[in-house]
């Protein structure tokens, strides 16, 4: 499946010929009327990577799989990664995810994120399970958010690697908090089922990952990581595909035990870009207990940032400047006002009970403006505290001098199925 890629604007680098005129002397030394300079052309941009993304972006898959395959076999990375592309999708060769692997791998090793994310889903399907997780975990613990969820279901359904509902719990909110849909709704599915020990512990890892300290130790699954060897084997010959010839699809062996369905490894499938879009079908396989996620867009592959955009683009980019200049400032604005809450927490000791998570901060307040005012007695003292997770808001309730009493809080406070378990804030 397909690539999110970073939008590209192409410049023609326009030749600026000089024109001379040569003077000619005549009987009486008079020069010659100057010889009529010849049309300027425009000099064609330099092979490059970037050049082949936007003969990829035309359709002229056969130009863009040439233009890449000598900075590919020279070890560029972009260019390894774009030439998988080609081979996933049968854009300019044939479709042949074999080779699709092979480059995805010599990209891989050289630490291409989207690289080692999209050769653990090849692998997964082609049910090279051990090997495959090794590389999703090691896109996945560097962010790499569709590894993150493949991962999650993973270790939520135990197939190909340890069950962990702490660990599926982990992995599923980290890609929840990159806004992957089908992660937040596979989030939501596993939310209602999880015991409050093992979403305590699952957000102890998350919050471990987010701030690049890894798996704590305890929690580790014990999966050994990808061999990171620079692949010594040539490459495999290329042969360009006629430029007329449709993208083929096939369908791609699973288990039909697999407990990843073929809908959350599609969604996860979608390659980290934007543009058009082309499904491809996999082979079915067992239902897990999740919401099924939506296929996701295929898009071409990335490659280095343009260099001299044009002057439609310099307009394009000033106002885009100041959007962004626009969103950071609120951006800013937001991260103050939530440093201001957060401070007010921080100032709290001893523990809190957590209470659920809700779709809005208003929905949040509004459970316990209810539990408030039917639980006057056992309210008083405490306050709520409301902060994002993922796409929802967690409702924290406190401060409890101890643990004890923080549990005590939970028997007596807890909304109706949600689950109830302490918190120390110290």
């Not at 300027?40 to 972006?57: M, Y």
């Not at 409050?196 to 512990?201: E, T, Y």
């Not at 929905?363 to 006057?376: C, D, F, G, H, R």
Request: hydrophobic share 45%; net charge positive.
């Amino acid at each position: 499946m397909k690539a999110i890629g970073a939008l590209l604007v192409l410049a023609l680098v326009a030749g600026d010929p000089a024109l001379a005129a040569r003077k000619k002397k005549g009987k009486k030394g008079r020069a010659s009327r100057p010889v009529a300079a010849a049309p300027a052309r425009a000099t064609p941009p330099p092979p490059s990577v970037r050049q082949g993304v936007e003969l990829w972006r035309a359709s002229k898959w056969d130009a863009a799989v040439s233009m890449w395959q000598p900075f590919a076999q020279d070890g560029d990375a972009d260019a390894m990664f774009n030439m998988g592309q080609a081979y996933k999708l049968g854009r300019g060769v044939a479709l042949d995810k074999t080779i699709a692997s092979d480059w995805y791998n010599r990209a891989a090793v050289k630490g291409h994120l989207p690289a080692q994310a999209n050769l653990g889903i090849l692998l997964f399907q082609a049910t090279e399970k051990a090997e495959a997780v090794r590389w999703l975990k090691a896109a996945a613990d560097r962010g790499e958010m569709r590894a993150q969820y493949v991962l999650g279901i993973v270790h939520w359904n135990g197939d190909g690697a340890a069950k962990s509902l702490p660990l599926a719990y982990a992995y599923l909110v980290r890609a929840a908090a990159q806004g992957l849909p089908e992660a937040t709704k596979a989030l939501n599915e596993l939310s209602q089922v999880i015991q409050p020990l093992d979403r305590a512990n699952g957000w102890q890892i998350a919050t471990s990952l987010a701030n690049g300290s890894g798996i704590p130790a305890q929690f580790q699954p014990g999966i050994q990581p990808p061999p990171m060897l620079a692949v010594t084997t040539p490459p495999p010959p290329v042969v360009v595909a006629s430029a007329a010839a449709a993208p083929a699809t096939a369908a791609s062996g699973t288990s039909s035990t697999a407990a990843l369905n073929a809908a959350a490894l599609k969604a996860a499938e979608a390659d980290a870009g934007e543009g058009d879009s082309e499904e491809e079908q996999d082979a079915p396989a067992a239902a897990v207990p999740m919401v099924q996620p939506a296929p996701a867009a295929s898009t071409p592959p990335l490659a280095p940032p343009t260099a001299r955009p044009n002057r439609t683009a310099d307009a394009a980019a000033e106002r885009k400047a100041a959007a962004d200049k626009a969103a950071a400032e609120k951006r800013a604005a937001e991260r103050k006002l939530a440093a201001q809450k957060a401070a007010e927490a921080a100032r709290e000791t001893g523990w809190r009970i957590q209470l659920g998570t809700y779709p809005s901060q208003k929905t949040a307040m509004q459970a316990w403006t209810k539990l408030a005012a039917a639980n006057k007695k056992a309210t008083k003292g405490l306050r709520p505290v409301i902060g994002k997770f993922g796409g929802n808001f967690r409702l924290q309730v406190g401060p409890f001098p101890t643990r004890d009493e923080a549990r005590d809080g939970c028997k007596t406070l807890e909304i109706g199925k949600n689950g109830c378990f302490a918190l120390n804030i110290d």
